[in-house]
């Protein structure tokens, strides 16, 4: 009898622990719990971390790490049936998505900026990009400078806008600019002579030049505006979520696996050609990795 009573004590603190904890659930974890539904915010064209595949499915980087805390959530809220709605976004409404919880988490190529970190949180940097700008191969444009006068295309909503109009003011050049919607939008517009040069992060110009009809019509200049970090971006002064995804990317940065899912998008055929982009890990990366943080750029 007594080992009866014991085992009903000890099975009575449970529930009334887990009940607790349950009533304590705030902010994001409480909204997945009560809907059994988590939205993701995926890009279209943000090849290889978020985009559509010939199956017009959302894969990517960006997509595999997002999967691993989609799983950590399931085990936290014990929601092994956890439902995944998959929203696409822009990089214009990305932000304004996830304030107002149309999104829950949005996994793409977001530069986690110190600008940014007023408006949205993010997660441990799993990425490290450089600015810069892709043109044709044949083009006499060599440099950043060399933009002057000419007619360039861009995306809406990226941090490659505003650095542009920075580098313009300091620089002294006068550049005319065309927004795309998506970068595959803005590479078009580079691949029809519409423009000399597509302005952006330097692993999605390469992104889309490996898919290009022929990649050797493309080059990347070397020069950079600006060095910045990727990251997953969740809505801010939420520290049970944010903790729950800090703990889940550090981890798979701590355990090598994040190795493994750089190599499969990075330094494998990849679909929806099956091309190889033959990017290769950045020591600034392999510090990310070594030392998980969500620093932002200023």
């Not at 349950?22 to 978020?50: N, V």
């Not at 950590?72 to 996830?98: C, D, G, H, M, W």
């Not at 550049?175 to 998506?182: A, F, L, R, S, T």
Request: charged fraction near 20%; aromatic fraction near 6%; charge should be positive.
């Amino acid at each position: 009898m007594k080992r009866l009573a014991s085992t009903a004590i000890a099975a009575a603190i449970a529930l009334v622990s887990a009940s607790a904890t349950a009533q304590t659930l705030t902010g994001t974890l409480a909204k997945i719990r009560d809907t059994g539904t988590i939205t993701i915010g995926h890009r279209e064209a943000s090849i290889p971390f978020s985009y559509l595949d010939d199956k017009q499915q959302a894969v990517g980087y960006a997509m595999d790490i997002c999967a691993r805390v989609v799983d950590a959530i399931k085990a936290e809220l014990k929601l092994p049936n956890l439902k995944v709605v998959l929203q696409p976004v822009t990089s214009a409404n990305r932000i304004p998505l996830l304030q107002n919880g149309s999104i829950d988490l949005e996994c793409g190529s977001t530069t986690n900026s110190v600008e940014r970190q007023k408006q949205v949180a993010f997660g441990p940097t799993y990425f490290v990009i450089n600015v810069t700008a892709a043109v044709k191969a044949n083009s006499p444009i060599k440099t950043l400078a060399d933009l002057n006068g000419r007619t360039i295309s861009t995306t809406a909503g990226t941090t490659s806008v505003p650095l542009l109009k920075r580098y313009e003011r300091t620089s002294g050049i006068d550049v005319k600019e065309i927004y795309g919607k998506d970068h595959s939008e803005s590479f078009l517009l580079l691949v029809d002579d519409r423009v000399s040069a597509f302005v952006m992060d330097d692993v999605l110009l390469a992104g889309q030049i490996a898919n290009a009809r022929n990649p050797a019509e493309f080059r990347i200049i070397p020069e950079s505006l600006r060095t910045e970090p990727y990251s997953v971006m969740l809505r801010r002064e939420d520290a049970p979520f944010k903790a729950l995804v800090d703990r889940t990317v550090g981890g798979l940065m701590k355990s090598g696996e994040i190795e493994k899912l750089y190599a499969k998008w990075f330094l494998s055929p990849i679909p929806p050609r099956k091309v190889n982009l033959n990017f290769p890990v950045t020591q600034a990366l392999r510090e990310a990795f070594k030392n998980p943080n969500d620093q932002g750029v200023q």
